[in-house]
């Protein structure tokens, strides 16, 4: 009996530190990284979607993937949905989100900055940035993109441009 309570101890210790672990990992990626996790707000990935026109065969890269709901509504639709993700946690999120919607042929997770992204591949670029970050986000797609990239951004518009439409503060750009 003691040697099962010990087991029990043990393992409930290891998820508690598990969480404190992931929580604390949060709260410095909330407050230190240059983009911190903040998820697409359901009612508005619709409206990213439709923006965005994906066609089966086309290839969609998220820039800061999170937790891959904009990539796995992307692959629905028949896309090559590409997500670059620093946090590993978002990164496993995302994977076990694949498998279960049995979406693993379409959908690529990059644990990669993605200022190291090669927006070349894309039809469609996701873009959700904070305000101070729109510029460079704006300068990084429309030098590595190519002609015809469809540019879709989420909240805060790119500085200088001027989007094709807008729509519940979702805004449509193209090169």
Known sequence: ?????????????????????????????????????????????????????????????DLGSGDGRLLLESAKKGAMAIGYELNPYLVLITIIRVKLNGLSHLVKIHKKNLWASDLKVADVIFVYGRKKTMQKFQNFVYKNAKKGTRFVVNDNPFPTKKPIKIENKVYLYKV
């Open 1 to 61: 009996m003691q040697i099962f309570l010990a087991i029990t101890l043990l393992i409930v210790t290891f998820l508690l530190l598990s969480v404190l672990v992931i929580f604390v990992f949060f709260l410095i990626d909330l407050f230190l990284a240059e983009l911190p996790f903040v998820a697409t707000k359901k009612e508005k990935i619709s409206t990213i979607i439709k923006l965005a026109d994906i066609k089966s065969g086309q290839t969609v890269i």
